[in-house]
């Protein structure tokens, strides 16, 4: 079983993924219970048009990562805002 590496401390090389955030991501994880554990990730990207969405997901399913949906937000109105 691998050792966590302490939040703050440094992540021993057999350890890292090879980029520091996500290093940091897996101590902050590692210390609240096992890595071994499966996890599913969900990334969210904000783009302003529904056609910019789709041009983005494109590569990204591409390079293996896959788009499963995109989902518009409500413009917010003025008195959302308390105007």
Do not use: F
């Not at 939040?7 to 991501?25: F, H, Q, Y």
């Not at 101590?27 to 990730?41: G, H, T, V």
């Not at 969405?53 to 995109?70: E, F, K, N």
């Amino acid at each position: 079983m691998r050792r966590p590496a302490p939040i703050g401390g440094a992540t021993p090389p057999e350890m890292s993924t090879g980029n520091e955030d996500d290093d940091e991501l897996l101590k902050q994880i590692a210390a609240r219970e096992s890595l071994d554990k499966p996890r599913r990730w969900q990334h969210y990207l904000h783009v302003p048009t529904e056609q910019v969405a789709y041009g983005v997901a494109a590569p990204l399913d591409a390079l293996g990562w896959p788009c499963t949906s995109c989902h518009r937000r409500p413009r917010a109105t003025t008195s959302q805002h308390g105007a």
